[in-house]
């Protein structure tokens, strides 16, 4: 059995030898023209710069700048570009494409534009749609160079369904848990929902990259000077990136700052890293016991915050 890594490796090798195939990237030519890939990538940034120096479009595309000098001069055998002295710096030289090197340029683009569309078109509109996403997806992963970093939020339509979705998926994966978990958020959250109090209670999202990671939720508890911590997850995904304790410090500080003399939560002995970031928040166990729910013996604790 490979192990995570590898199979890691293995879904994103398989995604590009399907992209390369489906989109024409191992044919000698791009989109029957009588360019490389390379080639036309090359002319892309010289219709797309003003005055690059060969240097400049190397390190724009991590292309070896022999390589690029080669195609370089061909282009200017076939009078596609033009060159002149770099008059801040005598050793560069300026590019930029000829009017012939605009005509072909444009005509490459119409031959891309032409077959993308016709890979669209083939598509049913929800597979469409799914790989315009993914498409956007993987754009922005490999052009944002900043870590992900989490931020809160609060809810948006959808969010409530979403949440309740994500932690029933969760806790039925790594638990086992059935579908009474799921029932329980679900009426949990609908009566918050329905008796909103904004001056006593809150909702927090976690997202990250446009993805939800995490949700926690204030609620008013069983005595008017107590607050409620309920629903806290964090997304396999985003654990380790400090969404947990983000979430617990917002529900904390909001807590506060409406009042409450204490925050109470209730949990199971068995989430462990969440009992973690509890107690790390300054909680403590006040009372535990057994019980029978969403198909699986467990024990039941409350944990408590004097604020």
Sequence with gaps: MMSNDAADV?????????????LGLLEAHLDKSPFTLSEARILYELAHRTDPTGAEIARALDL??????????????????????????????????TAEGRAVFAALESGT??????????????????????ARAITRI??????????????????LGRVIARQ????????GWNSEYEALVARILADFDRSFDPAREAAWIADIDGRIAGSIFLVRGDAPDAGKLRLLYVEPA???????????????????????????LWTNSVLAAARHIYE???????DEAPHRSFGKDLVGQTWSLAL
Aim: hydrophobic content about 45%; some cysteine.
């Design 280 to 286: 790390q928040a300054g909680f403590r166990l006040i």
């Design 10 to 22: 293995a879904t994103l090798r398989a995604f590009n030898r399907t992209y390369t195939r489906r």
């Design 168 to 175: 029933a998926i969760l806790y039925a994966d790594e638990y």
């Design 142 to 159: 490999f052009e944002d160079e900043a870590p992900p970093r989490p931020v809160l939020r609060g809810l948006r339509p959808g969010d």
């Design 113 to 134: 534009k032409t077959a993308i569309s016709t890979l669209l078109d083939g598509l049913p509109p929800f597979r469409r749609e799914g790989l315009l996403a993914a």
């Design 238 to 264: 985003a654990r380790g990136a400090g969404v947990g304790k983000l979430l617990v410090a917002a529900c904390i500080a909001r807590a506060r700052e409406v009042g409450y003399a204490r925050l109470d």
């Design 64 to 97: 070896d700048p022999a390589q690029i000098s080669r195609t370089l001069k061909r282009f200017a055998a076939r009078g596609l570009i033009a060159a002149r002295e770099d008059p801040g710096h005598g050793r560069h030289q300026l590019l930029a494409l």
